[in-house]
């Protein structure tokens, strides 16, 4: 347990918040429910990561911001991150403001639904209802409890059947002050047979001892596929905490591709759950560590329909007196027969003082299967960076080359350039 620090808030201020925002009973019951549960429950149990002297609850929860009358009037942060074409259907969200919003008609026209949480709850409260915190339970632990209790934003976005939505659709989300919190609550729903790329970027800007706490729920239905695309920039004043669950009906298909580019302490948990009969999962993850930060990163994968197909690609690369932990969990369930996952997990080192722990788990119940892993935690070569300053370039830069291509080796295999092409400034920003 953590060492008991009176809240900056209480019930008072949650139902206050709520009440203000015009929340259906509903939502203000889950939040006080949630409230009353956090003190008993304990924090998540990591592998080798003790978060107990972490700030996770000493925040001010429901700061607010005044919203840009134009795209240009956002922060520089914010507006460095987007392309100009990507403004078309986009949302912003700065500590517990919706600060901008942009959908086009063609969205709209389609029947998707792409809007911020409290209009998704005055608007689609009943839709909202029926999948929020159902993939992820507010009472799995302390964190996803106090994300349920204080959640102050976030995005719906729901996809009728048979609708293909042919250009992604972005968020970035902005922490600021000290002090300050981001619980954002991404839910997206991909009904049978529909395709969609979902986009967002976490940044922050000034500021100390500030949080972020945010949870994503995907529901993918029968043969339809889903990508999403995060990354995460928050500078070395925020702790992050990131819980990502997927549940894929049959031949329905999921993909992250994941950019932990924090410079602060950072817990990352990404699931999915192969549900349906031949349904599939890829998880693409690259990561920096640097100077004395701690990241912990894991990404699981369920099976429990037969026919399954999943495959986890995880990198990181530390340096300075950095430590990650990445942990590749492959369960194959009984009765997921011909169920097909396999892993890796490769950390480079660039430091003697960096530590890196790679740990690749199988767990299964079922006979007819196939599942593989592989993991590698080791020094860059000395010959090749004496090969590269034998070239006329200096050791740092020999670094920085041999990282990117190392990390590479994910990151070209994203399929949407936007995507590809704002991880490797993200990388390129970390490694100076």
Same mark, same amino acid.
């Given at each position: 347990?953590?060492?008991?620090?009176?809240?900056?808030?209480?019930?008072? *201020?949650?139902?206050?918040?709520?009440?203000?925002?015009?929340?259906?009973?509903?939502?203000?019951?889950? /939040?006080?429910? *949630?409230?009353?549960?956090?003190?008993?429950?304990?924090?998540?149990?990591?592998?080798?990561?003790? &978060?107990?002297?972490?700030?996770?609850?000493?925040?001010?929860?429901?700061?607010?911001?005044?919203?840009?009358?134009?795209?240009?009037?956002?922060?520089?942060?914010?507006?460095?991150?987007?392309?100009?074409? *990507?403004?078309?259907?986009?949302?912003?969200?700065?500590?517990?403001? !919706?600060?901008?919003?942009?959908?086009? %008609?063609?969205?709209?026209?389609?029947?998707?639904?792409?809007?911020?949480?409290?209009?998704?709850?005055?608007?689609?409260?009943?839709?909202?209802?029926?999948?929020?915190?159902?993939? &992820?339970?507010?009472?799995?632990?302390?964190?996803?409890?106090?994300?349920?209790?204080?959640?102050?934003?976030?995005?719906?976005?729901?996809?009728?059947?048979?609708?293909?939505?042919?250009?992604?659709?972005?968020?970035?989300?902005?922490?600021?002050?000290?002090?300050?919190?981001?619980?954002?609550?991404?839910?997206?729903?991909?009904?049978?047979?529909?395709?969609?790329?979902?986009?967002?970027?976490?940044? !922050?800007?000034?500021?100390?001892?500030?949080?972020?706490?945010?949870?994503?729920?995907?529901?993918?239905?029968?043969?339809?596929?889903?990508?999403?695309?995060?990354?995460?920039?928050?500078?070395?004043?925020?702790?992050?905490?990131?819980?990502?669950?997927?549940?894929?009906?049959?031949?329905?298909?999921?993909?992250?591709?994941?950019?932990?580019?924090?410079?602060?302490?950072?817990?990352?948990?990404?699931?999915?759950?192969?549900?349906?009969?031949?349904?599939?999962?890829?998880?693409?993850?690259?990561?920096?560590?640097?100077?004395?930060? /701690?990241?912990?990163?894991?990404?699981?994968?369920?099976?429990?329909?037969?026919?399954?197909?999943?495959?986890?690609?995880?990198?990181?690369?530390?340096?300075?007196?950095?430590?990650?932990?990445?942990?590749?969990?492959?369960?194959?369930? %009984?009765?997921?027969?011909?169920?097909?996952?396999?892993?890796?997990?490769?950390?480079?080192?660039? !430091?003697?003082?960096?530590?890196?722990?790679?740990?690749?788990?199988?767990?299964?119940?079922?006979?007819?299967?196939?599942?593989?892993?592989?993991?590698?935690?080791?020094?860059? !070569?000395?010959?090749?960076?004496?090969?590269?300053?034998? /070239?006329?370039?200096?050791? /740092?830069?020999?670094?920085?080359?041999?990282?990117?291509?190392?990390?590479?080796?994910?990151?070209?295999?994203?399929?949407?350039?936007?995507?590809?092409?704002?991880?490797?400034?993200?990388?390129?920003?970390?490694?100076?």
């Amino acid at each position: 347990m953590s060492v008991e620090l009176q809240l900056r808030f209480d019930r008072e *201020a949650i139902k206050a918040y709520s009440q203000a925002n015009n929340e259906p009973e509903w939502f203000l019951n889950r /939040r006080l429910t *949630a409230f009353d549960a956090y003190a008993s429950l304990e924090l998540p149990v990591l592998e080798k990561t003790k &978060i107990t002297q972490w700030n996770f609850d000493q925040f001010t929860p429901f700061l607010t911001a005044a919203k840009a009358a134009s795209f240009e009037g956002l922060d520089a942060v914010v507006t460095e991150q987007i392309d100009v074409a *990507a403004i078309k259907n986009l949302l912003v969200q700065k500590n517990a403001s !919706s600060v901008f919003a942009a959908t086009t %008609k063609e969205l709209t026209e389609q029947g998707v639904i792409f809007t911020d949480l409290a209009t998704a709850l005055a608007n689609h409260g009943d839709l909202l209802q029926k999948y929020f915190m159902q993939a &992820i339970k507010s009472d799995e632990h302390k964190l996803t409890a106090l994300h349920t209790a204080v959640v102050n934003g976030g995005v719906f976005l729901y996809v009728p059947k048979n609708t293909e939505v042919s250009v992604p659709v972005q968020a970035v989300f902005q922490v600021s002050g000290d002090g300050a919190l981001l619980c954002p609550h991404v839910v997206i729903v991909a009904e049978a047979n529909s395709k969609v790329h979902y986009v967002d970027t976490f940044v !922050s800007s000034s500021g100390e001892s500030m949080v972020s706490n945010s949870i994503v729920e995907v529901y993918v239905g029968a043969g339809a596929s889903v990508q999403v695309a995060s990354v995460r920039s928050l500078h070395a004043g925020v702790h992050d905490y990131a819980f990502r669950r997927a549940i894929v009906d049959r031949d329905g298909k999921m993909e992250w591709i994941l950019g932990e580019m924090n410079d602060g302490n950072a817990v990352a948990n990404n699931t999915t759950i192969l549900q349906g009969t031949a349904s599939v999962a890829d998880t693409k993850t690259v990561s920096i560590g640097m100077g004395t930060q /701690r990241q912990n990163i894991t990404s699981q994968v369920q099976h429990i329909g037969t026919h399954s197909e999943s495959d986890m690609v995880s990198k990181a690369v530390m340096t300075d007196e950095a430590t990650t932990i990445l942990n590749g969990i492959t369960k194959i369930e %009984k009765g997921a027969e011909k169920a097909n996952g396999v892993q890796a997990e490769n950390i480079l080192m660039l !430091s003697g003082k960096a530590r890196g722990d790679a740990n690749p788990i199988l767990l299964i119940d079922e006979d007819d299967v196939k599942a593989g892993h592989a993991a590698s935690v080791g020094r860059v !070569s000395e010959e090749s960076i004496y090969y590269l300053m034998s /070239r006329g370039i200096t050791r /740092r830069e020999a670094e920085r080359l041999i990282t990117l291509g190392f990390l590479d080796a994910v990151v070209s295999q994203i399929p949407v350039e936007e995507v590809k092409n704002r991880l490797r400034q993200a990388l390129e920003r970390k490694l100076g």
